[in-house]
């Protein structure tokens, strides 16, 4: 079979509308204790993006797209970094009682 | 046969599996604790298995790894200074802050791609992936900006709009960038994308600043669902596969969360972001 970047393209597709799916379906019910640390935890994995900081400031085109890298690498740790750690904070305030 | 690339892909894949599992477990009170520690490991795998990817292809110069080694080290000693020092009454808007700078992070992520592009890959596809990117992305900027001064009442944020038709203003921001993406994605121009910026820091502002500061944690849940989205495209925009599966998992399930937010606190989703400020809750809430 012939294969094109378009074959590519439908194979990422197929994996966002099925992550999609998954998505919708992961979390039901939810404690309102909860609400909070999911919003803030599912917050820190949206911080993925600091994989896409990492290529594109790896492969700085010119001084400025590595400037740009440099600067969502650096907010994208923030998300990371902190999100993480302030769930962790509001869940083991919530142990505690 | 096993190339780097492959290698790093597998190991994506088992990253996200374990911020599917983490997310699920974070939705119940016994295993929320473990759940994110699960979902912070497979950010951890990412980012490591990410650096091996870079040093494999050896695509970095020696300033590359001192700019991805100063902004990691930047980044994490602000994210460990805010999250330690933070007040526990000041966590929400501390979310926000976060969120924002996470859509903030694939805004320029999708701006240093398009620097870098060459003719050959500025295909409609990719063209379409960076406008949506820089779209989301600075709407969920702005937006959460908004949403972290409303909750920390600094006072420009608690003033009504200077704009007589807010919704019709929203309506026409919506249409130029909806022409402005399908101009970058029809002709493979990059220009448009600063217009993008533009009017999408427009439209944050004007979506977030009218609702009132009671129903911002569900607006936060809402802009967290965006970032997810925001993620997502930047993911097509650089075909990773790990950044489209946590990108719309987070859309997806934002949206849930976002909805049974809106539920507890008798409220719809229109509503809050249609309605009037702060209508007490309840009274013509919960008809979805």
Redesign the interface.
């Known amino acids: 079979p012939k294969y094109t970047k378009w074959t590519a393209l439908v194979g990422s597709i197929t994996i966002f509308v099925l992550a999609v799916f998954v998505g919708f379906e992961i979390i039901t019910k939810v404690p309102p204790t909860l609400h909070t640390p999911l919003m803030s935890g599912s917050n820190a994995i949206s911080g993925i993006s600091i994989v896409g900081a990492l290529l594109s400031t790896a492969l700085g085109a010119n001084w400025f797209a590595s400037f740009l890298g440099l600067l969502a690498i650096i907010m994208a740790t923030v998300n990371v970094v902190g999100g993480y750690m302030v769930t962790h904070r509001m869940l083991s305030m919530f142990q505690k009682r | 046969m096993l190339d780097s690339h492959i290698i790093v892909n597998l190991v994506y894949l088992v990253a996200?599996v374990m911020?599917?599992f983490?997310?699920?477990m974070?939705?119940?009170?016994r295993t929320?604790?473990r759940?994110?520690?699960i979902?912070?490991i497979a950010?951890l795998i990412?980012?490591v298995v990410?650096?091996y990817?870079?040093f494999a292809d050896g695509?970095?110069?020696w300033?590359?790894?001192l700019?991805?080694a100063?902004?990691?080290v930047?980044?994490?000693g602000?994210?460990?200074f805010?999250?330690?020092k933070?007040e526990?009454k000041q966590?929400?808007q501390?979310?926000a802050l976060?969120?924002g700078?996470?859509g903030?992070?694939?805004v320029?992520?999708a701006?240093?791609?398009l620097?870098?592009l060459t003719d050959a890959r500025a295909?409609a596809?990719v063209m379409l992936a960076i406008g949506i990117s820089g779209l989301i992305g600075t709407v969920t900027f702005w937006g959460s900006l908004v949403a972290f001064g409303k909750l920390q009442e600094i006072e420009i944020f608690e003033k009504p709009l200077p704009i007589p038709a807010p919704q019709a203003f929203n309506a026409v921001l919506a249409v130029v960038l909806l022409i402005l993406v399908a101009v970058m994605a029809s002709t493979g121009m990059g220009w448009p994308f600063i217009f993008v910026f533009i009017c999408a820091t427009a439209l944050g502002f004007t979506l977030v600043m009218p609702i009132g500061g009671a129903d911002m944690?569900v607006v936060?849940?809402l802009l967290?669902s965006y970032?997810?989205l925001?993620?997502?495209a930047?993911?097509?925009?650089?075909?990773?596969?790990?950044?489209?599966?946590?990108?719309?998992?987070?859309?997806?399930?934002?949206?849930?969360?976002t909805q049974?937010?809106c539920k507890?606190m008798n409220r719809s989703l229109i509503n809050v972001l249609f309605g009037t400020m702060q209508a007490g809750g309840g009274t013509f809430g919960s008809d979805d």
Do not use: C, Q, R, Y
């Open positions: 996200a911020f599917i983490g997310l699920k974070m939705a119940h009170p929320a604790v759940g994110n520690l979902s912070s950010m990412a980012v990410t650096s990817l870079i695509g970095a110069s300033v590359g790894w700019l991805i100063v902004g990691l930047i980044g994490s602000i994210g460990i805010l999250a330690v933070v526990m966590m929400p501390l979310v976060f969120n700078l996470g903030g992070a694939s320029f992520v701006g240093a791609e620097l870098g295909t596809d944690p936060i849940a967290n970032s997810g925001a993620a997502a930047t993911g097509f925009v650089i075909d990773n596969n790990v950044l489209i599966i946590s990108g719309s998992l987070v859309g997806a399930s934002g949206i849930i969360l049974i937010m507890a």
